[in-house]
C-alpha cells in the first residue's frame, strides 16, 4: 500500500529555514503529482505547495510564494518543502499528499479533496 512519512520538522525562530522530507513506498513515486498542505490549531487543512509528477511544473500558495520551494527526487522516491524566511503564522502540522492518478496533466491541484494518499504530518513550530 501507499505509504507517504514526513521527517524535519522542529523549533526555529522567526527568519529561519527548514527542509521537510517526504519518503513515499508502495508504487511508482514518479508516475504521481504531491503535494504539500498544513493545518494549523482550530483551522482548517490549507495547500502550500504542489509539484506535477515529472517535476516541472510547481506552484504554490500566494502566503508562501517566495520563501518556500518544492522539489523533487524520483530517484529517491522522496518530496521535499524547502521553507526559509519562516514567520510565526508558518506554524502548524505540515502534511504530504499523493494523488492517485497517474501522470495527471490538469491544473494546479490545491484542494485537499484531489488528494488521495497523506503522511502522518510533522510539527513545525516558529518562535517570534
Known amino acids: 500500500q501507499v505509504q507517504l512519512v514526513e521527517s524535519g520538522g522542529g523549533l526555529v525562530q522567526a527568519g529561519g529555514s527548514l527542509r521537510l522530507s517526504c519518503a513515499a513506498s508502495?508504487?511508482?513515486?514518479?508516475?504521481?503529482?504531491m503535494g504539500w498542505f498544513r493545518q494549523a490549531p482550530g483551522k482548517e487543512r490549507e495547500f502550500v505547495a504542489g509539484?506535477?509528477?515529472?517535476?516541472?511544473?510547481?506552484y504554490y500558495a500566494d502566503s508562501v510564494k517566495g520563501r518556500f520551494t518544492i522539489s523533487r527526487d524520483n530517484a529517491k522516491n522522496t518530496v521535499y518543502l524547502q521553507m526559509n524566511s519562516l514567520k510565526p503564522e508558518d506554524m502548524a502540522v505540515y502534511y504530504c499528499?499523493?494523488?492517485?492518478?497517474?501522470?495527471?496533466?490538469?491544473?494546479?491541484?490545491?484542494?485537499?479533496?484531489?488528494?488521495?494518499?497523506w503522511g502522518q504530518g510533522t510539527q513545525v513550530t516558529v518562535s517570534s
Open positions: 509539484i506535477r509528477w515529472s517535476g516541472g511544473t510547481k
Open positions: 499528499a499523493s494523488r492517485s492518478r497517474m501522470y495527471d496533466s490538469g491544473s494546479a491541484y490545491s484542494s485537499s479533496s484531489e488528494y488521495d494518499y
Open positions: 508502495g508504487r511508482t513515486f514518479s508516475r504521481y503529482s
